[in-house]
Structure formats: structure tokens, C-alpha cells
Nanobody, 122 residues
Framework: QVELVESGGGLVQAGGSLRLSCAASGRTFSSFARGWFRQAPGKEREFVAAISWSGSNIYYADSVKGRFTISRDNARNTVYLQMNSLKPGDTAVYYC???????????????WGQGTQVTVSS
């Protein structure tokens, strides 16, 4: 059974940091692109960051550029999202995903985690 499990979410004050992790099991995702998306209440799920299988291509949403960093450890089948200088507008459920190509589109990812809540207080 293929599974992606996010962890590291929580409550943090504005300006603080969190590091999300997404561990994969059930198959090897080293050849897959990995992405992070988020969904706030009443809003569409939106792209946050993506990284190619090799790590050589990385993309960020404009809203998080310079504050968030995506990375991966293929030996651990894990992708990370380091989030710094958090803002209340970053509050959302964060989802990790795996797919063939690192693109900012939810429809291009085949595997999804269950999500982890990130809440940033002002």
C-alpha cells in the first residue's frame, strides 16, 4: 500500500518557523517529483513548492518565495518543507504529493498525503 505521511505541523506565532516532513512508504519515490500544496478553509488547494526527482529543479509559489525551502532525501524517501517568517496567511492544511513531473498543478500528482495543519497566530 502506497502511503505519504506528513508531520511537523502545529501552532506557531507570526515570524516563527516550522519544518514539515513527508515520509513515503509502500514504494520508492526517488524517481518521482514531490510537491507541497496547501488549502485554507473555504479556498482552493494551492501550490506551494515542488522539487524534481534529482533535486535539480525547484519551484515556489510567489507567496512563499524567499521564506520556504523544499528539499528531499531520497535515501529516506522523504521530502521536507522548511517554513520561515511565517505569516497568518500561511495558515492552512499542508499536503505533500508525488508525481511524474515537478509542476504547480494538483492534477499532475498521483499520490497524496492526508495533510497536516499549520496555524500561524498574529
Amino acid at each position: 500500500q502506497v502511503e505519504l505521511v506528513e508531520s511537523g505541523g502545529g501552532l506557531v506565532q507570526a515570524g516563527g518557523s516550522l519544518r514539515l516532513s513527508c515520509a513515503a512508504s509502500g514504494r520508492t519515490f526517488s524517481s518521482f517529483a514531490r510537491g507541497w500544496f496547501r488549502q485554507a478553509p473555504g479556498k482552493e488547494r494551492e501550490f506551494v513548492a515542488a522539487i524534481s526527482w534529482s533535486g535539480s529543479n525547484i519551484y515556489y509559489a510567489d507567496s512563499v518565495k524567499g521564506r520556504f525551502t523544499i528539499s528531499r532525501d531520497n535515501a529516506r524517501n522523504t521530502v521536507y518543507l522548511q517554513m520561515n517568517s511565517l505569516k497568518p496567511g500561511d495558515t492552512a492544511v499542508y499536503y505533500c504529493a508525488a508525481g511524474a513531473v515537478a509542476v504547480p498543478a494538483t492534477t499532475r500528482y498521483d499520490y497524496w498525503g492526508q495533510g497536516t495543519q499549520v496555524t500561524v497566530s498574529s
